[in-house]
């Protein structure tokens, strides 16, 4: 039996030490969790009420982002344009007020600002919504997308000739 307990034990203090290993890269799965507050499930299909869309276009945050992560991804894979209005804002936002929180002893950002580029970089509709911004918010998701390539999808990448105006980035 104290053998049992030590594996137990050693097990249970391990653990902690597993769970805050490193990430294997970055987690772009664009579901988890079950479906948002704004979908609703009926007997043969599930609706959308995209209402959201324009609270969070005005008041982007990363909590409304997760509240409504499934929502948003799904209407960024056809390319609605109000959702990647909203997506671009906030990203905007997440870059220019990240929250960062301690797990493992160690910081890191909270809402999860590259799955997101990434996910929204995968629409046809980015470059018409990014351009839909302030430079000053564009600027910054540009950058960010520079100094991380593989985080875009789209045929014309912004860093490289911008279809808005001319923004100086360097990767």
């Excluded at 997506?87 to 909270?110: M, N, S, Y």
């Amino acid at each position: 039996m104290p053998r049992l307990l030590l594996l137990a034990s050693l097990c249970l203090a391990a653990a902690p030490a597993i769970a805050c290993g490193e990430r294997e890269g970055l987690y772009f799965g664009p579901y988890y969790g079950g479906s948002g507050p704004a979908a609703k499930a009926g007997d043969d299909r599930v609706t959308i009420d995209t209402s959201f869309l324009a609270g969070l276009e005005a008041r982007p945050d990363g909590a409304a982002y997760e509240r409504h992560r499934n929502e948003l991804m799904y209407l960024f894979s056809i390319d609605d344009p109000d959702a990647l209005r909203a997506g671009v804002r906030v990203l905007a936002h997440l870059i220019a007020h990240p929250t960062v929180v301690v797990e493992c002893d160690a910081p890191r950002e909270r809402y999860d600002k590259e799955a997101l580029a990434f996910a929204l970089s995968r629409s046809h509709g980015m470059n018409p919504a990014l351009c839909a911004l302030p430079v000053a918010d564009r600027k910054p998701i540009v950058a960010l997308y520079a100094a991380k390539p593989k985080l875009w999808h789209n045929v014309d990448p912004p860093w490289i000739g911008d279809p808005c105006a001319p923004i100086e980035v360097t990767p």
